[in-house]
T-cell receptor
Framework: DVKVTQSSRYLVKRTGEKVFLECVQD?????MFWYRQDPGLGLRLIYF???????EKGDIPEGYSVSREKKERFSLILESASTNQTSMYLC??????????????????FGPGTRLTVT | AQKITQTQPGMFVQEKEAVTLDCTYD???????LFWYKQPSSGEMIFLIY??????QNATEGRYSLNFQKARKSANLVISASQLGDSAMYFC??????????FGTGTRLKVLA
């Protein structure tokens, strides 16, 4: 079974602190993602990475950065945490799926989430 | 613009009955994938079912089936014989290319004993 783990389930930080959220997957997936989940907004993509040291901005990258030095690990960094970054953060990794030899999309596997509170 | 719409913020269903969760999508792509995920109160997103745009048959996985109507751009999730453990948040999602996905806002399902 694919396993995606996140360093913390719950985290409380103060405004202005630098925050690191770690994600590790054990299935050699090339693609990894960071989302934040807020009530009524669903999941929104912050950043994703399709290879080591490669990253691309998602829909809401402001206030965040990422690091991928090894294939299995993808870190989300809040350079200076703010109260509006209080949220649930979900990491995911993915591999291609499809039928008849045609790759249509990539199935994602998610970690358990980190509920971050910034006070 | 690509979009996923889930119009039911919350639903109730009696135990052992079937329930349909609605999902409509908007895309101009010919090749795409549609997913449903379950998120229990513990927070982890659990993959339930996948439908490729080229798949002619509706996807099924145990008690879950996906009612895929391509012309109407809908991908409704049907849960048969609901169980108390089905109470959770359910998200519809679409692969939108270049490794990225778009998610709906979710439907909270409560199964009543």
């Amino acid at each position: 079974d694919v396993k995606v783990t996140q360093s913390s389930r719950y985290l409380v930080k103060r405004t202005g602190e630098k925050v690191f959220l770690e994600c590790v997957q054990d299935m050699d997936h090339e693609n990894m993602f960071w989302y934040r989940q807020d009530p009524g907004l669903g999941l929104r993509l912050i950043y994703f990475s399709y290879d080591v040291k490669m990253k691309e901005k998602g829909d809401i990258p402001e206030g965040y950065s990422v690091s991928r030095e090894k294939k299995e690990r993808f870190s989300l960094i809040l350079e200076s945490a703010s109260t509006n970054q209080t949220s649930m953060y979900l990491c995911a990794s993915s591999y291609p799926t499809g039928t008849s030899g045609r790759v249509v999309s990539y199935e994602q596997y998610f970690g358990p989430g980190t509920r971050l509170t910034v006070t | 613009a690509q979009k996923i719409t889930q119009t039911q913020p919350g639903m109730f269903v009696q135990e052992k009955e079937a329930v349909t969760l609605d999902c409509t999508y908007d895309t101009s792509d010919q090749s795409y994938g549609l997913f449903w995920y379950k998120q229990p109160s513990s927070g982890e997103m659990i993959f339930l079912i996948y439908q490729g745009s080229y798949d002619e048959q509706n996807a099924t996985e145990g008690r879950y089936s996906l009612n895929f109507q391509k012309a109407r751009k809908s991908a409704n999730l049907v849960i048969s014989a609901s169980q108390l453990g089905d109470s959770a948040m359910y998200f519809c999602a679409m692969y939108r290319g270049t490794y990225k996905y778009i998610f709906g806002t979710g439907t909270r399902l409560k199964v009543l004993a």
